[in-house]
């Protein structure tokens, strides 16, 4: 029986034709500093998924604890792996789909992050991914999620196959990613509580071409409760 697929080829393309960015965003610093800068580093396990290049996994690394991330790129996971070995740090990175972590063990990391992969999932594959993500964190383990919300720019023209379901953005940052599934409260609420406490939900916001595309982002922290 084939696995379920959630990665979409069109990132392959992506990571071969495009540089990506090299560094955290100071959200995720924020989370890792506030939850475990004062924790045992070596002991902390924190695994990214659809990790891309391996920026935050660079960063992960390099403040000392134990790094791991899954990506569908084959070429993403090549440049997150050269990048990290030319600077002598280390990680466990997997050429893999999200939806199905079987390489890990239940109750395994201490936290899950996704910068931006969760969207690019459809409702049924996205609780698909929520729910392996729940059964590698350790109980009281937290999950980071950033994600667009509903007040993105998506292109005048976008196609979409639902209210907050893109198939195609027709201009701005979107264009050329594939399908893109925005957020508003409410749908995060439904779609990460039923596997989440929610701790908290925080929103960025920012502009470009002279506040002609907006871009909004929620911030989503959530543990896991038994």
């Known amino acids: 029986m084939s696995k379920p697929r959630s990665w979409d080829s069109v990132w392959d393309k992506i990571f071969i034709e495009s540089e990506w960015g090299k560094y ?9 500093a506030k939850n ?4 045992k580093r070596s002991e902390i396990r924190i695994l990214e998924v659809g990790c891309g290049p391996g920026a935050n996994l660079w960063y992960i690394s390099r403040e000392g604890f134990q790094a791991f991330g899954v990506e569908g ?5 090549d440049k997150a792996r050269d990048r990290l070995a030319l600077e002598g740090l280390k990680a466990n990175i997997y050429v893999g789909d999200v939806i199905v972590l079987d390489q890990f063990e239940n109750d395994y990391f201490d936290a899950v992050i996704d910068v931006g992969c969760l969207c690019c ?7 698909k991914i929520l729910a392996e993500v729940k059964r590698v964190l350790k109980n009281n383990g937290l999950f980071y999620s950033r994600t667009l919300s509903d007040k993105t720019f998506v292109g005048l023209d976008a196609e979409y196959v639902s209210p ?19 957020s508003n409260e409410n749908s995060i609420n439904e779609l990460y509580g039923d596997a989440f406490c929610l701790e908290s939900i925080d929103v960025i916001d920012y502009t470009a071409n002279n506040q002609k595309i907006r871009v909004s982002e929620f911030i989503i922290v959530g543990r896991k409760c038994i």
């Open 24 to 32: 955290p965003a100071e959200s995720l610093i924020r989370f890792i």
């Open 36 to 39: 475990f800068y004062q924790k």
């Open 73 to 77: 790129s084959a070429t993403a996971v």
């Open 121 to 127: 999932n459809n409702v049924i594959n996205s609780k």
């Open 164 to 182: 907050l379901e893109v198939s195609k953005a027709t201009d701005g940052p979107l264009q050329g990613k594939g399908f893109i599934r925005l």
